[in-house]
């Protein structure tokens, strides 16, 4: 399974982006994929995930603000982020899981500044 995110970049505080990631290889029916993030000098935490239940699992900083969903026919999760703050500042990177194996995209820079 290979990822491939995409969307990062630089917004202004209160401002919006909008992630994607595709998923391409040997992607099962059941699967979990999401989003989790990494500031620098700060653990990867998850921000937004689809549970094997297709339930969402959404990160408290940010409920209210980000938004997951995803297109099962073209193997792609997208993470809607509006009202971003400074502290949403981190590479955020695609997360998927199916069959026991874990899989991450490269990471995409998101920078909240202004």
């Known amino acids: 399974v290979q990822l491939q995110a995409s969307g990062g970049g630089l917004v202004q505080p209160g401002g919006s982006l909008r992630l994607s990631c595709v998923a391409s290889?040997?992607?099962?029916?059941?699967?979990?994929m999401g989003w989790y993030r990494q500031a620098p000098e700060k653990q990867r935490e998850l921000v937004a995930i689809?549970?094997?239940?297709?339930?969402?699992n959404i990160a408290d900083s940010v409920k209210g603000r980000f938004t997951i969903s995803r297109d099962n026919a073209k193997n792609t999760v997208y993470l809607q982020m509006d009202s971003l703050k400074p502290e949403d500042t981190a590479v955020y990177y695609c997360?998927?899981?199916?069959?026991?194996?874990?899989?991450w995209g490269q990471g995409t820079q998101v920078t909240v500044s202004s």
């Open positions: 997360y998927h899981r199916q069959s026991g194996r874990t899989y």
């Open positions: 290889g040997s992607i099962f029916s059941i699967n979990i």
């Open positions: 689809f549970t094997f239940g297709g339930s969402t």
